[in-house]
């Protein structure tokens, strides 16, 4: 294994100050993590489980920035723990055990979706009776659909985040703040299980990992100030045309 010059490590403090950033406001860390891992002269797929490693730096941070967002939604926040789980370890085994091309493929499908459901506004209905049955119900379609996405963010990770963003604005979180807090909390439980099972199991490159990770930690730690304060609308734009555009390199990756 080749010493890391100090050029190297330039290049990945600063793709994880950037990554940390934008992922603990958009979910969008590995579009900055990865392609500098690539960089780094990683193969993919030891690219792949090393920044799943050191984003467990960017889950620290953005949970620690979001924690006055997930003082008033504690309970809601560990229901969705066992999902999270359990996704994170199934996709940690899926990318030890299969081929990607099944997910690349479908991933630009969903971002595009989940991106044009953050740029569309919440509209906040007033609150209706339901039976106990249909609160169920749905609330086991919310898990499910999280426990997916965890099982792609355990996989891959990239614009996870986007896609959980999307469903938590649409599950009832009509602040911004809080389903970011709340995809913080979700997606760094998935990742944090699926660095675990890539520590035991997968050829990490730990200087590479710690060294992008301290990056994360510090723009991580960040970015929840940004949403608190930033204008909702004009956040949600941006989050939106990020993963449109996205979208459409991961499907040109994909397809082409």
């Not at 100050?17 to 030891?46: D, E, H, K, Q, R």
């Not at 969705?80 to 990318?95: D, E, K, M, Q, Y």
């Not at 913080?184 to 200087?207: C, E, H, K, Q």
Request: glycine residues 12%.
């Amino acid at each position: 294994m080749a010493q890391m010059s100090w050029s190297q490590a330039l290049l990945l403090v600063g793709a994880g100050i950037l990554g940390g950033l934008t992922g603990s406001i958009a979910g969008l860390a590995s579009v900055a993590t990865y392609p500098a891992l690539l960089l780094f002269g990683l193969p993919p797929v030891t690219a792949n489980v090393t920044n799943t490693t050191a984003l467990v730096f960017n889950a620290v941070g953005s949970i620690a920035g979001s924690r006055p967002e997930l003082a008033r939604q504690t309970a809601d926040v560990k229901r969705l723990i066992p999902a999270a789980l359990a996704g994170g370890a199934v996709g940690a085994i899926l990318l030890l055990s299969t081929p990607a091309e099944g997910f690349e493929r479908i991933v630009p499908v969903l971002l595009g979706f989940a991106s044009a459901a953050i740029l569309v506004p919440v509209r906040v209905h007033p609150a209706r009776v339901t039976s106990p049955r249909r609160r169920r119900v749905t609330t086991l379609l919310q898990g499910a659909a999280i426990m997916a996405i965890c099982i792609y963010g355990g996989y891959f990770g990239a614009a996870a985040g986007v896609l959980l963003l999307a469903l938590l604005l649409r599950a009832g979180r009509t602040h911004l703040a809080d389903a970011n807090a709340t995809k913080n909390v979700v997606l760094g439980i998935a990742n944090t299980v699926a660095a675990g099972i890539f520590a035991v199991a997968a050829p990490v490159r730990w200087d590479a990992a710690i060294v992008l990770g301290l990056g994360c930690l510090v723009g991580s730690r960040l970015g929840p100030v940004v949403v608190r304060h930033a204008p909702q609308r004009s956040l949600r734009i941006a989050i939106g045309l990020a993963g449109l555009a996205l979208t459409l390199q991961l499907g040109w990756d994909a397809y082409r």
